[in-house]
């Protein structure tokens, strides 16, 4: 049975930082990409940060560029999200998905979620 468990959420001023972990099992870690995702109340979930099986390529959504690191450790079967100078609009609850081999930018190819972890950014 596949678990993607996600820890790391709670409230921050803006400005401040959070680091976001989500721990699989199940699965063959390695063999999966991995992708951050996030819903703000009312809205669609959307794609944050994504990165490959081996950790090499990281890629981003504009809106947290340069702010935002996605990073892996296939020994522990994490993957993190460190997140700095966080503003109000970040706040949503933060999902992790994998997909194995390839990342994804859509919710819909992603084959695995977490339950969440909710992150509230205060001005």
């Not at 991995?34 to 794609?47: I, T």
């Not at 997140?83 to 609009?89: D, F, G, H, I, V």
């Not at 859509?106 to 205060?122: D, Q």
């Amino acid at each position: 049975q596949v678990q993607l468990v996600e820890s790391g959420g709670g409230l921050v001023q803006a400005g401040g930082s959070l680091r976001l972990s989500c721990a699989a099992s199940g699965l063959t870690f390695s063999t999966y990409a991995m992708g951050w995702f996030r819903q703000a109340p009312g809205k669609e979930r959307d794609f944050v940060a994504a990165i490959t099986t081996g950790g090499r390529i990281p890629s981003y959504a504009d809106s947290v560029k340069g702010r935002f690191s996605i990073s892996r450790d296939n020994a522990k079967s994490t993957v993190y999200l460190q997140m700095n100078s966080l503003k109000p609009e970040d706040t949503a609850v933060y999902y992790c998905a994998a997909r194995q081999w390839q990342t994804s930018t859509e919710v819909s190819n992603m084959r695995y979620w977490g339950k969440g972890t909710l992150v509230t950014v205060s001005s």
